[in-house]
């Protein structure tokens, strides 16, 4: 028997986790800058829903976009020039950034106490996608202690830093990557799946009676948005869109809402 765990209403749950920051700010002044580098269509969607989620929670959201050929002294001297005026703000950097940037350097420049997507290695913030997902289980009331969680994907951003938190939250965590031998294996013997690959199609839903996380961001031979899985009829996978990504975006929000309550 499937256990049906995932398929509550993402939109729906999203609406009210907004609503909550809302009431949890309630109107405080609380600021984001946006670093965006050059001019990636892609980026300029995501920037738009920041500055429109923001707005619905009351936070102002400002983008700060340079062009593509800026160096990476010019940003880090944009992004130290508005701390100083602005301290008190929250700050992120729009990926991705073109191939000449050093983003490590970048990323050194976001102020430690505003880091709200938690991109420096010692953020006291957890990064938005995984923190939406494991926020999302617990609205499911998903019982991690004990499952056998299979993570496909060990990025900086989604795959190791769930895997981390999923670990803390006493699941047995297997995380699988390009190299790892047999994955099918590991997909059978898990009891919640999670995919953060890329590649649309790398699993196959038809044959898998679990829940599945997807987390991928593909576009079908349509130019459709879809995620990693195919074959999802019928089966308890969350959705893309209307999934994952609406879990980040709140999670940002989250985040800010933090800050301004440690401040
Ligand atoms: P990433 O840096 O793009 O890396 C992809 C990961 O998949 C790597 O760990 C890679 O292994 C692994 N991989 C590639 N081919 C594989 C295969 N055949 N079998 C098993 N593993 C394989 O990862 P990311 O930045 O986390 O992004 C992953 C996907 O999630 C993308 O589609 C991205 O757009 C999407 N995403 C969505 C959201 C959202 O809010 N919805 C947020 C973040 C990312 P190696 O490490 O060995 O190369």
Known sequence: MMEMTLLKDIKQYTKEWKASLRDRLNGQAATIYIIQIGDNEASNRYVRNKIKDCEEVGIEAICIKLPAEVTTEDVQEVMVKNYMADPEAAMMVQLPVPAHIDLDKVIAAIPEKGDVDGMKPLSKFKPCTPLGIMKYLEHCEYDLPGKNVTIIGRSDIVGKPLAQMMTDADATVTLCHSKTKSLWLHVETADLIVSAVGKRGILNCYAIHKPVIDVGINFDENGKLCG???????????????????????????????MVEER
């Open 228 to 258: 990693d899985c195919i074959n999802t009829e019928g089966r308890d996978v969350t959705p893309v869109p209307g999934g994952v990504g609406l879990l980040t975006r709140c999670a940002l929000l989250e985040n800010i809402v933090r």
